[in-house]
């Protein structure tokens, strides 16, 4: 059960080798993050932290890059939650280009209370889940 996000590599994700350039996957990353919530879990940033004032920060990232991705690859970021607890979730990002394997990184968010500045219990609605939705 996983989640989808595709994007395309743009001239600002290169390097003058005309290579992604690292830091700009863990942008893509968090896009693709963005995705997720809105479109699996059905509760987009907007809402999340404007209506609801949560935030979902990274507070661990574990990434290993396999093959190097060019401007103009259409990368299909493929999120999957790999455990839930009150707070924190673990996810999976596997990052593929024609079904291969270019970047795979697992992430720890936690729910966020942002006035507070300090975790907060999942609402039911935003609990991450692994749902079979394409985006």
């Not at 996983?2 to 395309?8: D, G």
């Not at 919530?37 to 949560?54: K, S, Y």
């Not at 990434?63 to 690859?73: H, I, V």
């Amino acid at each position: 059960m996983t989640f989808r996000s595709t994007q395309q590599v743009r001239f600002a994700h290169v390097d003058g080798a005309g290579i992604v350039f690292y830091p700009r996957y863990f942008e893509m990353l968090n896009a693709a993050i963005e995705d997720y919530f809105a479109h699996a879990v059905g509760v987009d940033f907007a809402e999340m932290h404007g209506d609801r004032g949560l935030g979902v920060p990274t507070v661990r990232l574990e990434a290993d890059f396999a093959t190097p991705s060019r401007l103009g690859d259409m990368l299909d970021f493929l999120v999957a939650p790999l455990r839930v607890g009150r707070s924190s979730a673990e996810m999976s990002v596997q990052v593929e280009c024609g079904g291969e394997l270019r970047f795979r990184a697992t992430v720890v968010l936690v729910c966020m209370n942002l006035k507070e500045g300090r975790s907060a219990e999942w609402p039911a609605d935003m609990r991450p889940k692994a749902l079979s939705v394409a985006a």
